[in-house]
């Protein structure tokens, strides 16, 4: 069966340091991959998705990146985190044709 | 502005009976719509979805609505339980399958079975 592991589950990092938070997906191959972000009092927001390695489209503009440098690993960075970056983030994998399934999350806190 | 609305924060129903979480949606382009159901400190996880071609769609206790004149939808959960208490999310997408990117998901709501 496929499962999604995303960490960690929560981080505090100051104003202007760097994030990274990994996410694998495993039992399932060249899947759909996806960013999404909750910030406080609102839905779920598409940040990034991919769909192949190297294959990375942007949905909103932002202090964020991602990357896929594996089939199925999926990466979200920044190099200077601002106060607005907080929220829970959550990775995605999904098929055609088939609703997406989420990983737990990781709460962000930027102090 | 919002394409999913979910204009209820929050929903409380007595064990057993009847659940209405509503959801509308502004864009005529959706064709498909789904139901995620989260608990604290977890990701969604998929509960129940309908294409745009359907007006219901049912899986045991739990029955989505589609309206589609009156861009609308519907999770009804009978009988309700207090373990369905949690977020519930809207979220439609122009591509069949939700898979290709873009569900567009409402705010949620907060849904209190009590015992």
């Known amino acids: 069966s496929q499962t999604i592991h995303q960490w960690p589950a929560t981080l505090v990092q100051p104003v202007g340091s760097p994030l990274s938070l990994e996410c694998t997906v495993e039992?399932?191959?060249?899947?759909?991959l996806y960013w999404y972000r909750q910030a406080a009092g609102r839905g779920l927001q598409l940040l990034f998705y991919?769909?192949?390695?190297?294959?990375i489209s942007s949905e909103v503009p932002q202090n964020l990146s991602a990357s896929r440098p594996q089939d199925r690993q999926f990466i979200l960075s920044s190099k200077k985190l601002l106060l607005s970056d907080s929220g829970f983030y959550l990775c995605?994998?999904?098929?055609?044709?088939?609703?997406?399934?989420f990983g737990n999350g990781t709460r962000l806190t930027v102090t | 502005d919002q394409q999913v609305k979910q204009n209820s924060p929050s929903l409380s129903v007595q064990e057993g009976r009847i659940s209405i979480l509503n959801c509308d949606y502004t864009?005529?382009?959706?064709?498909?719509f789904l139901w995620y159901k989260k608990y604290p400190a977890e990701g969604p996880t998929f509960l129940i979805s309908?294409?745009?071609?359907?007006d219901k769609n049912e899986d045991g206790r739990f029955t989505v609505f589609l309206n589609k004149s009156a861009k609308h939808l519907s999770l009804h959960i009978v009988p309700s339980q207090p373990g369905d208490s949690a977020v519930y999310f809207c979220?439609?997408?122009?591509?069949?399958?939700?898979?290709?990117?873009?569900?567009?998901f409402g705010k949620g709501t907060k849904l209190s079975v009590k015992p």
């Open positions: 995605a994998w999904g098929i055609y044709n088939s609703p997406l399934h």
């Open positions: 039992g399932t191959s060249n899947p759909n």
């Open positions: 991919s769909v192949g390695i190297g294959q």
């Open positions: 864009n005529s382009m959706f064709d498909y």
């Open positions: 309908i294409s745009s071609i359907k």
């Open positions: 979220a439609a997408s122009s591509n069949y399958g939700g898979s290709q990117g873009n569900l567009i």
